[in-house]
């Protein structure tokens, strides 16, 4: 009931900054949290950030001062402007939303995109 277009990943210097984004669509009239989990070779996926429908943050501390969440509720769509990116970084993002209000019901499941590469350089 929810598709997830994520955009913006790629090759960047330490130091460097990129912009993720992820559009979601399909049957529903809201989303109540949206957000970004990460994934680097060899490792469990781990959250980056989320962010509800109320504009509430929360981040993981390797990354808090650094990265920034946003989100535009009249696109369903949510933005990680990562700053100050570092060699640890680097990881596949995953888009992530949980709990949408559709017409006749509250559905609290998780929906994941397809993940972008996000590689940072030494």
């Known amino acids: 009931q929810v598709q997830l277009v994520e955009s913006g990943g790629g090759l960047v210097q330490a130091g460097g900054s990129l912009r993720l984004s992820c559009a979601a669509s399909?049957?529903?009239?809201?989303?109540?949290?949206m957000g970004w989990y990460r994934q680097a070779p060899g490792k469990q996926r781990e959250l980056v950030g989320v962010?509800?429908?109320?504009?509430?943050?929360n981040y993981a501390d390797s990354v808090k001062g650094r990265f920034t969440l946003s989100r535009d509720n009249a696109k369903n769509t949510v933005y990680l402007q990562m700053n100050n990116l570092k060699p640890e970084d680097t990881a596949v993002y995953y888009c992530?939303?949980?709990?949408?209000?559709?017409?006749?019901?509250?559905?609290?499941?998780?929906?994941w995109g397809q993940g972008t590469q996000v590689t940072v350089s030494s």
């Open positions: 992530n939303t949980r709990g949408i209000r559709t017409p006749s019901t509250y559905l609290a499941n998780d929906y």
């Open positions: 962010i509800t429908i109320g504009g509430y943050t």
């Open positions: 399909g049957s529903f009239l809201s989303i109540n949290r």
